[in-house]
Structure formats: C-alpha cells, structure tokens
C-alpha cells in the first residue's frame, strides 16, 4: 500500500497542462486558463480537482464529447443578467468568462449574475468565486454534476454533488473561501481510502438495500454501475439533517438548470439512452456582488476579518488542535506548496507518462 | 407527559395575534404584517416560529428591546441594492419591507440585494423567500441570529442557527421552498422533546467538555448558560462534513453582517456586557432574481417541476414512504391546518391566556 510520491514544482506543472491542453487544440488563452484553473485546485490542497484530472479532459477531448475550442455564446443579456451556452467547450474557459461578465456587470449596477447552459466540468467551483474576491467582490459560484448522490429517502444516484462556493475578501491574507459539495464527501476522497486501503466511514455512501456501505473497492466498483449512492450532507433520512443538504443540492440543480432551460439530473451523465459517451450538458450559475455598492470594502473587510479572529479565537475542543475559517487550509497549503511542490501520487505520475508520450511533449520535461 | 392539545381555527389565531401586536404599540398595517409573518409558520407546520413566539415578542416589546414602531430607514441605495437600518423594529416589518425593495429592484433590473442592520428576529426566512416566488422571481433570505452553534473543532457557542431560505415557483400547486438552519436542528426541537421526554440525538448538541450530549433535561437548562452549544451541519469534526454547515453558517452571517458594517456573533446575544438586556442587533440579507431576465417563466417552472417530479420518482429506500421535495411537507400541512386548525400545546395555551388578560384582549374569544 506504500505509495511513491513525487513532489514537482507549480510552475513545471503549470506549464506541462498548458501544453497538454495546446496539443489537444485548446487556444493559446484557453489553455492558461484551463492550466490555471486546475493547478489552483492542486496549490490550494485539493488534488480531487488538479492535474489529476488532466488526463479525463483528454480523453473527452478524444472522445469527442468536449469541444477543445470553446465557442462563448451570450444568447440573452440585461444589466445585471446573462445567459450563456458554452457548447459543450472547455468548462473552465466558460466558468471563466462567464465570472467576468457578472463581475463586470456587478461593477457597474452593484450585481450580476450569469447562468449557463451546454458546458463541462470546470474543476473547483471556489476559483471562479476567488475572481470575484480579487475584485474586491463576493463571488458565488454553482455547478450540477453527474448524478451520485441520493435524495433523503432515496437511494438512487440522482443528483450531482452540486456545490456551492462562497468567497469575499478581508483584512487578513487570504480571502474567505468556502467551497463544498453538498454531499457529504465526493468520489474522489474514496478513491484516497482505496489507494490506503481503508474502509469508507459509515453515513457517507448508502446501498441499494439502503444500507450504509463501507466496502471501499465494492463502492468504486459499484459506483459507474448505480449500485451505490453518495449521502447528501446531513446523512441518512432526517435525523441529523439529511434533508437539509438534500436541499441545497436541489436548490444549487434549479439555479443551474432552471435559468437557462437545460439539462438536468440523470441527463448529466455523459451518455445517451443507448450507453454511448455523449456531452455532460453541464450548467452553472455565477454570481458578483459588489461590497462597495453596499458599504465601504476597507469597512467589509475588517467586519469580516474581525468575525473570523473571533471564530478561531472561540475554545477549543478538548482533544482538537484548533478551530480554522473556510479558506485557511487552502492558503496553508498553498505556502506548502509554493515551497515543496504538488505531490504526485503513482497514478497521476503515469497519466502523465501517458499524455507526454502520446502527444508528445517535449517542452516540459517531467522529473519522474 | 400527555399533552392536552387545543386546535384553533387559523383566521381566530391570526387575528388573535393581530390584536395583540396592536396592543402593544405595533401599528395597523405592520400588526398584519407581523400577524401574517407567524401564522404562516404555523400553516407550514413549523410551530417553533409561529404562535408559539408571541409572547417572546410581547416580552421584548415590554423590556423596552425591541420597538413596536418600526423606522424603515433606508441609509444607502443603487439600481440592485440598499442597506436599510431597522432601529430595533419589529423584524417581520423590516424583513417585509425590505424583500419588498429587492423584489422592485429585481423587476427593473434582473437582481435586487437588501442588507438590514439594527433589526430583530423576524419569525421564519422562508416566509419572505416565498414574498419574491409569488411574484415570479427567486428568493433568497438569510439572518444571523443569537449565538448558539459552535464552530467545528470548537465547543462555544459562537454562531447563530443562522437560516439559509430559498424558494421559487414551478408549475405544481406549491413552490419550492427550502428553509433551513445550518445547524443540525434548533433549540425548538429539543424543547419539544422534552416535552414528550425523550433523550436528544447524539451529534445535535456538543457539551463544554467535547462529548455529545443527550440529557434534554439538561441540555435546555445549561444552553442560556453556554454549557452546550448545538452543531453545525454535518456534526462535530470534519469526517461527516461538520465543516461544511460550519461554512454554511460564517457565509451566511458575513451576508448578513458585513455588507451593512453591523454587529456579529457573540454581540447578538441580546445582553451587553453587564448583563444588562438590550436589542439583538439582527442582520439580514434578501436577495431577488427575477427569473423573466433569464427564461421565459414558464419555462423556468417547467424545468424546475420537472426536476421535483424526477427526485420524488426516484427508488425509495427500502423501509422508508415516499421522497419529498421542499416545500412539499408545508404544503400538506397547510391543507390540515386549513381544515384542522392550528395544535397548540399546552404551554402556548398558558401564555395566550397571559397576553389576553394583561393586554385585555376581548375582540378575539380563545377556545380554551
């Protein structure tokens, strides 16, 4: 179970998805911004949504149920509201463009916000909402997904994990960044559990006979094949609030759907009627707002500042080490990794052994 | 433990309550305001914020906290958005009024966003979420509220229940309406189990001491003390997702608090530094997204119907009845309380009778 990880520096990786996503015909700006997106995941902590993914754009891009050129089409537009079709393009260009265009929108009438149809996993949703942070913004950000999680009461994979990501500046270093799944967890940390081979903890994932599944390798392997359900947040039934993540999933899928009239729930899932791989039909939805429409932002940040020193200041657990605020693990990890580069797990070293053969990539040289 | 339960007829409690607002002080169109703002909760099956909250207000009125004449002052406004100062006014005036804003501001041009400083609990956010659905848009209410939930890997009660509502229409008899505390449940629901003297679940409340306590008893007595604090969404630590409700929870007090440069956290407590009572302090946040600079309305009600439609569908759990969606249980219990009344228990019967006597109340006979 001992795996061999490779640590390599940001900007090696940076610069090696750039030219994976050049050669696979995504335009000079859209590849940096397709390479940004994904190693801001891998600086902030999250591997789930990095350069280990690389490999699965490529093989849409192969596959032809992703467009590597992103045709951005505004289709209505008001003062503060667009609806955008991305036409199945690179998701992160289109999360990009479309946060600029609420951003833009919210400077000058205090709000935006823009909903799209037609578009394909965009990596962490929190990126989008940090441009609108670095704007001196709020900035929220939503997505559907592949249907994996269960209604409460249901245990039929039906909706994405759906997040919600939330994040505005302060006084302090780093801006206040919430971004999570309205699921308890997402297949990602499970695929963790596998590679260490643990159990999954009971109340994350349910079975068709509706109990809670902890066999990590019968989970991954049941999962492509509808036998397992993530939980929303909250859990099982209602007890311990199961409805309520159910909730904000359903609420996250109508502001993603419902506002540009398009796909949803188990259309998401990447094939046809017949089982052949078709476009995800993605939608997010995108919001700014503008702090100094409200108050002064020098104002806003300290009030936001000041609430989050008093939560990590509030007593701590017996038996924890501290409290944190949403956003402080992602700037911790980010000095670790400026410093000592992104680890590599085997499995994302050899995806990247294969996209460097296949498509040839001499310009950037991989230490492993 | 057997509780001897009156119903009453819902215009008898309505207008009961009308009569008491305008006895203390609240003026005609704001006593229906806030009439209306508490029978509603009672409608929708939520008596934690109905009736049952009456004679707090009555208190405060009496305390001298909370104002019975509400200034509506609107300090600051642009095309989407305003900051509005209650003056410790009644909160279901401010939250209506203020909704109201957002909803015009939304029709003109697409959003509308209202932060409020200086007001005081104003009964459910879902109530004013429903105000924007009923004129075809999207509404979103947030509010902090008295300090009561602990941070993850804390044990202090810092954080208010702090609500996140979210309702729009669809093309079904009722909307859909998600209104919920980002904590695992409310101080309510422990009160009512108590009365039926139960233990409380483990996971809802964490003690000083980090263990999770059950004593119900126990619990509501050491809560105004701070020797327990409830839990966020998710539970304690961050295995079953406590970290995201945690999240949830600073977003919405942020919203609520910072884009109006007002108190936070532990300064709502109602108390000052003495001990001495004083106003809450709330802030809220409303949100308006007219859903016509979008998509067409009904289209928008189709999707969204659609999607409800596909989750209560889905595979019901084995040993469970049905999948819900939101809004769906306050739309069946509105139809009992319309043919049943409106249960009041044993304790809300005594403070009826209470304001009936003390304020001389005799336009309204009570059943009981």
Chains 1, 2 share one sequence.
Not at 4 to 27: A, D, H, N, S
Not at 112 to 134: D, F, T
Not at 170 to 196: H, W
Not at 279 to 288: I, V
Request: charged share 25%; net charge neutral.
């Amino acid at each position: 179970m001992e795996e061999k990880v490779v640590y390599v520096p940001v900007e090696t990786l940076r610069e090696f998805m750039y030219q994976v996503f050049l050669k696979c015909g995504v335009p000079e700006d859209d590849a940096r911004i397709c390479a940004d997106v994904l190693i801001t995941s891998d600086i902030r902590g999250i591997p789930s949504h990095g350069v280990n993914r690389l490999k699965m754009y490529y093989d849409r891009i192969k596959r032809g149920i992703l467009s590597p050129v992103t045709r951005f089409e505004i289709v209505r537009e008001s003062e503060t509201t667009a609806v955008v079709d991305g036409h199945h393009g690179m998701g992160h260009v289109i999360g990009y463009k479309s946060m600029k265009l609420a951003i833009k929108k919210a400077r000058e009438y205090g709000m935006g916000a823009v909903a799209v149809r037609n578009s394909s996993h965009y990596g962490i949703a929190g990126y989008y909402a940090l441009m609108a942070a670095e704007e001196g913004m709020i900035g929220i950000a939503f997505t559907n997904a592949r249907p994996s999680v269960a209604p409460t009461f249901s245990v039929e994979p039906m909706l994405g994990t759906n997040p919600i990501a939330f994040a505005c500046p302060t006084d302090e270093e780093f801006p206040f960044c919430f971004d999570a799944a309205t699921s308890i967890t997402q297949r990602g940390k499970i695929e963790v559990l596998a590679r260490v081979g643990k159990p999954t903890p009971a109340g994350w994932v349910i079975g068709r006979d509706g109990t809670l599944a902890t066999d990590t390798e019968a989970i991954l392997k049941g999962i492509p094949e509808g036998k397992y359900a993530l939980l929303p947040l909250g859990g099982p039934g209602e007890e311990m609030g199961g409805h309520k993540g159910y909730g904000l999933s359903v609420m996250v899928e109508i502001l993603c759907a419902a506002l540009q009239s398009g796909a949803f729930l188990k259309d998401l899932s990447g094939f046809d009627e017949r089982g052949n791989p078709r476009p995800h039909q993605l939608g997010h939805f995108f919001m700014a707002i503008d702090i100094a429409h409200f108050v002064p932002l020098d104002e806003f940040e300290r009030t936001v500042g000041e609430i989050l020193r008093k939560l990590r200041a509030a007593e701590v657990a017996p038996g924890a080490e501290r409290i944190y605020t949403a956003g402080q693990k992602a700037y911790l990890a980010a000095k670790r990794a400026q410093k000592k580069g992104i680890p590599l797990n085997e499995s994302v070293q050899r995806d990247l052994k294969i996209l460097q053969e296949e498509l040839g990539i001499k310009e950037v040289p991989l230490p492993f």
